[in-house]
């Protein structure tokens, strides 16, 4: 991104394919400190932020999900958590201007062919590539497993493009699969709870939401989902994405997407911060794991 270099989005505002953004599209690379160099399974982390915050280095602290990604980076993952370009709210005569842009899906998926195209020089299996998204990352994990290559950029590379934009699996932590209902109930959140003021509602076009819900493109070619969210999540209700399962049962495929909804842990209730809008899979650990170790494509 011009202008942007590897720095953090703080510091980082370019124009990039005729637009505004902030972030930079690079990424962090962690890998295991023993065992093989070569053929090794990778998870991609994509930070949240709704599409106007975070940076790669959003990977928590001691609690979580840093002892999750430090647990896969000791049991043999590469684990690459990225930046993807942000978009810039603006002030708006009816309100804040809360722009939904699919960039973030766009950056990933240049990201996924990058990778399988540098497979060798990373020391990674192509075909175990793991996404593992939090709320907006996890929208953009679950874009990708439902329409892989829908969103790739018109300024995707040429030597990028002969490489499929599919990958083995996703992790959907706390994300929105279905925009039209979704981004309006959580934007009020952000109203009442922010100080951004009013938002403009009318400035959201609902046939781009609709365009860009993961659910709208299940079918029996997706990659499998597993999705975890809080009960107590006041941004993305879990009622909001339950019918995701019902849609994979209807066509006969409840094998590709595992929906959990975790509120405790080793038979303890969790604290109520890892009951809402950042679920904390721990209680699921085994199953996340085989989910992810079994995943190849």
């Known amino acids: 991104m011009s202008g942007c270099g590897t720095v953090s989005h703080v510091d980082c505002e370019a124009t ?18 023993t065992g093989p160099e070569t053929n090794r399974p990778v998870i991609v982390w994509i930070h949240g932020g709704f599409s106007v915050q975070g940076d790669k280095t959003d990977v928590g602290g001691n609690d979580y999900p840093a002892n999750l990604l430090a647990r896969q980076v000791a049991r043999g993952y590469v684990v690459i958590s990225m930046n993807y370009r942000l978009n810039i709210i603006e ?7 809360f722009p939904v842009d699919p960039v973030a899906a766009e950056d990933l998926d240049v990201a996924v062919r990058y990778l399988k195209a540098n497979a060798t020089d990373l020391g990674i299996d192509p075909q175990r590539i793991v996404l593992w998204g939090h709320s907006w990352g996890a929208w ?15 300024w995707l ?22 925009l039209p209902n979704s981004i309006p109930h959580a934007l009020r959140e952000v109203e009442r709870t922010s100080d951004l003021g009013p938002i403009d509602f009318d400035a959201l076009d609902a046939a781009e939401l ?32 339950e019918g995701m399962a019902d849609a994979y049962a209807a066509i006969g495929r409840p094998d590709l997407y595992r929906l959990d909804i975790v509120d405790d842990a080793a038979g303890e209730q ?28």
């Open 157 to 178: 590379p040429s030597e990028l493009a002969t490489y499929p934009p599919t990958v083995a699996a996703s992790i959907a932590e706390a994300g929105p699969s279905d």
């Open 140 to 154: 953009a994990a679950m874009m990708q497993a439902t329409a892989p290559g829908l969103l790739s950029p018109t």
């Open 270 to 297: 969790l604290p109520w911060a890892w009951r809402g809008h950042l679920p904390h899979p721990g209680a699921n650990r085994t199953a996340l794991e085989a989910f992810m170790d079994s995943a190849r494509r």
């Open 91 to 97: 002030n708006g005569p009816n309100g804040t201007i």
């Open 210 to 241: 609709a365009a860009n819900s993961p659910d709208r493109y299940i079918d029996g070619s997706d990659s499998p989902i597993y999705a975890i969210y809080g009960p107590n999540d006041e941004l993305i209700p879990p009622a909001d994405v």
């Open 16 to 33: 990039f394919d005729g637009q505004q953004f902030k972030g930079s599209q690079t990424f962090d690379l962690y890998e295991p400190p």
